[in-house]
């Protein structure tokens, strides 16, 4: 059970079932409607505009996103933060800039490289030993 504080009322409650507490659900809901509709209508418009249009917390608009209820790119302009370095982030699911995605690809090549290295020597290692092993046999008086 993964008790957390619920964002709209700071109760405690289970976050299994739902991002807020069963209290808020219908607070929620009212509230995901009224961005949908200005949505539906406006489009172009950033999570700012919609807050401002619908009354709606801007960080209820996020955890939105967040759960994946929403879904239009304008709604994200300049609001997610690459969590590295802090900069406009590619998009809500990858959460890096274009910078930090490059440097983290570069660090896996990296470690797969190592790791590959690692098991070649201990190929390697094993095959010595294997080799002194046999010699070892082959002296053995049978």
């Not at 917390?57 to 209820?69: A, H, N, Q, S, V």
């Not at 490059?102 to 797969?112: D, Y």
Request: net charge neutral; glycine share 6%; aromatic share 2%.
């Amino acid at each position: 059970m993964a008790l957390v504080k619920c964002p709209r009322c700071s109760k405690l409650f289970d976050k299994i079932r739902s991002p807020v507490c069963t209290r808020c659900m219908d607070d929620e809901e009212r509230d995901y409607d009224k961005v949908r509709e200005v949505l539906n209508a406006q489009p172009d418009l950033d999570a700012e505009q919609v807050s401002g249009e619908t009354e709606v917390p801007i960080d209820c608009i996020m955890r939105m996103i967040e759960e994946g209820l929403l879904a239009n790119a304008a709604l994200l302009e300049g609001k997610v933060k690459c969590g590295m370095c802090g900069a406009p982030a590619i998009s809500a699911s990858k959460r890096l800039c274009q910078a930090c995605l490059e440097k983290l690809n570069a660090r896996v090549t990296q470690a797969q490289a190592q790791i590959k290295m690692e098991e070649k020597k201990d190929i390697q290692v094993g095959d010595y030993l294997g080799g002194i092993r046999q010699s070892f046999e082959n002296k053995r008086p049978g």
